[in-house]
């Protein structure tokens, strides 16, 4: 089967996710794109085989054209989107945030699980990294103990102009939030940011470095260094440690040069290069779900635990203090699924 795919937005993301479906992986077709700017999506439409430009996100969901959606949108946007897929019965790949408040990733929640099924994965695609995995298989395999601490590494060479100091926490630390839930299989119970020297090569309105510190439910800490003008390159750092050994990420680059008196080699120049192989296996994975009518990967509660974690960690940079976290109790319906990995399904 060939799976029809709406996507619904357009901008950056989206037509990298429109180039994967249609080049890259296999199993599923772009039959309809939408976008508030309508003339971005015509143009993308013109660009692919049989695929149409609808003029809403609604009219894409409820197209018979249309097996499964794909959410691109700005971040507010997402529930409406998500809320409409699954009113209609139909998977969605929502990229994160699934919503940007605890009250809307809730609603999700009680849609969901009204439904009675699985339809939503979130794009938390780290999951998906060959990294990330072999580490996870290491600490689920028990080799190393059990895991005490994550030091985590997220450096940016540069931010664009219209970033803000909340944003990393809640664009660029999210990331790390998801990976710590996933490889401690664990929730955050408690967070609190410490904030270093400023870079003197940030802008004038940014805090960077910041030092988000969570703790996990069974005891576990974790330490995110998120340095978002770092200049040298795009350097994603990762290392567990466990009562009687470490796991850590290796370096990405497959060769190492030797000359001049040094040795090195290449350190990824952004998260598209680091991270590439990941999308792909992310999207994959999904379609080869989606065609069997499940879900998979990182579900609406890994969606809702992030955005709860970040919303209190935004309150710990502005309070200094540190600040406890609780979320709701976990529905059935995700305690086969979360934290367990991209591999179950529903
Ligand atoms: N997983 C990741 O690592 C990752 C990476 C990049 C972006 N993202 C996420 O993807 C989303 C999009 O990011 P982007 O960088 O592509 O942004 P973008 O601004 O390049 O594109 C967003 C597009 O959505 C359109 N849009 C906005 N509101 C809409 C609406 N209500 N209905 C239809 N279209 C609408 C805009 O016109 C624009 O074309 C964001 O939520 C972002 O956080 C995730």
């Known amino acids: 089967m060939t799976l029809n795919i709406g996507v619904i937005g357009v ?21 309809a794109v939408t976008d508030v700017d309508l003339d ?24 018979p054209e249309v097996d499964a959606a ?4 700005w971040g507010p946007t997402h529930e409406e989107y998500v809320l409409a897929s699954i009113a209609a019965g139909k998977q969605v790949f929502c990229e994160k945030p699934l919503a940007t408040t605890r009250e809307a990733c809730e609603r999700i929640l ?6 009675g099924k699985r339809l939503v994965m979130v794009g938390f695609m780290r999951r998906y990294d060959e990294g990330y995995r072999a580490m ?3 600490i689920d395999g028990g080799e190393i103990g059990a895991p005490l601490m994550f030091h985590s590494g997220h450096r940016n060479p540069s931010v664009p102009g219209h970033y803000t100091s909340d944003m990393i926490i809640n664009d660029t630390c999210v990331h790390d939030v998801d990976v710590a839930r996933f490889l401690l299989d664990d929730e955050i119970v408690a967070a609190r940011v410490l904030t270093a020297r400023k870079n003197s090569l940030a802008s004038e309105h940014l805090t960077d470095p910041v030092l988000f510190i969570f703790e996990m439910a069974g005891g576990a800490l974790v330490d995110v260094e998120a340095s978002i003008n770092i200049q040298y390159a ?6 567990v440690v466990g009562e009687r050994g470490t796991v850590e990420l290796a370096e990405t680059n497959p060769v190492v040069v030797k000359g001049s008196g040094r040795f090195g080699g290449r350190v990824p120049e952004d998260w598209r290069e680091r991270f590439i192989r990941a ?13 069997r009518g499940e879900s998979t990967g990182p579900s609406s509660w890994d969606g809702y635990a992030a955005t709860v974690v970040c919303d209190a960690g935004l309150k710990a940079m502005q309070s200094g203090e540190r600040v406890e976290i609780s979320l709701r109790e976990q529905p ?12 179950g399904t529903d």
């Open 279 to 291: 999308y792909d296996t992310e999207f994959q994975e999904w379609i080869d779900a989606a065609s």
């Open 11 to 31: 901008g950056m993301i989206g037509q990298d996710h429109i180039r994967r479906i249609t080049q890259v992986v296999s199993g599923a077709r772009v039959t």
């Open 332 to 343: 059935e319906l995700y305690r086969t699924t979360t934290i367990t990995g991209p591999t």
């Open 70 to 73: 794909i959410v691109c949108s």
């Open 40 to 63: 971005r999506a015509k143009a993308i439409a013109a660009g692919l085989p049989s695929t149409k430009a609808l003029q809403t996100g609604q009219e894409l969901i409820d197209d």
């Open 234 to 239: 795009y350097d994603i750092r990762g290392e």
């Open 136 to 138: 996870k298989a290491v």
């Open 110 to 115: 009680d849609a969901e699980t009204a439904a």
